[in-house]
Structures are given as C-alpha cells and as structure tokens.
C-alpha cells in the first residue's frame, strides 16, 4: 500500500481534525489521558498547527488516512504528531510517511519523538527505523508512560 503526502492547507482542518481524532480516539479511551491526546486537540489548536508548521495528509488512493507534522527546532525535527486512522494500521503506512519525511527534510540530521512505552507496536516501529530510546521517560498517569526517541541520520 503505498501512500502520498500532501502538504496540509488551513481548508484541509475539518477533514484532519476527524481523522486525527478518530485515529486517538482508541488510545484516549485505552489510557484515558485526556490532557496531551490529539483526539481532544480543539480544533482552533490543530488549525494553527497546519498554518505554521509542515503538516501533511497522508493519502491512500485519493483518500485521506493519516497525518504527520514536522516541526524543526534547534538542530532537529521533531515528529508530532504522527496517526493513521485505525483500520489503516499495521499496513506500513506510518513507516512510509517517516521515510518520506526523512528524505524531503535534510537540514538536520537529529529525528526526535515522542510515543507511549505501553505501545510496544509504535516503539518496535520507531526502533526498526533507527530511532533509540532517550533519556526522556514522563509518567503521565498509572496507565501511560511517554518515552523519546531520537534518530541521527548520517
């Protein structure tokens, strides 16, 4: 399954908002943290994040499936967020989108993120993809734990 990404416009805002919470909605549910899930991002937030920073729609025939957002900070891009919408999962779509990114942003050369440890699957993809476990570890309730992971691509 191969993807496509476009670069997100503010007009596109309705259309990600849906997916993106759709895509948190299991995990809000799973960890109930309701205070840094997308799935409860309000809209103005996610609005200007497509305005001022790179955003795309991650796109499976014409129709749209994910989201990615690369911000460069310092000397690195952070990834956040990164979603697929549930029944698209487990296709390899988000490994794509990395990859994609990875070749369109090449001023620096650190990848940072951040993801949750209970989700073993989202940190076996990080790991596939060269990232490594940082320092980084923030207990945000008895359920979840966030984690970094950074990346330097030579």
């Known amino acids: 399954m191969e993807i496509k990404l476009v670069k997100a416009i503010p007009g596109d805002v309705l259309l990600l908002h ?34 001022y920073s790179s955003f795309f729609k991650m796109v499976v025939d014409q129709k749209c499936v994910g989201g990615i957002r690369i911000v460069a900070r310092n000397n690195s891009y952070w990834i956040s967020p990164i979603f697929v919408l549930p029944e698209f999962q487990g296709k390899g779509i988000a490994q794509q989108a990395i990859c994609q990114v990875e070749e369109i942003f090449t001023k620096h050369n650190i990848w940072e993120l951040q993801t949750i440890l209970e989700e073993q699957g989202n940190c076996y993809l990080y790991e596939k993809l060269g990232y490594e476990r940082t320092d980084f570890e923030q207990v945000v309730n008895d359920r979840m734990t966030l984690v970094g992971y950074r990346k330097i691509k030579n």
């Open 18 to 51: 849906d997916v993106q919470t759709r895509a948190f909605q299991p995990l809000l549910e799973k960890y109930l943290d309701y205070e840094k899930n997308p799935a409860n991002e309000p809209i103005n937030r996610l609005f200007e994040k497509i305005q």
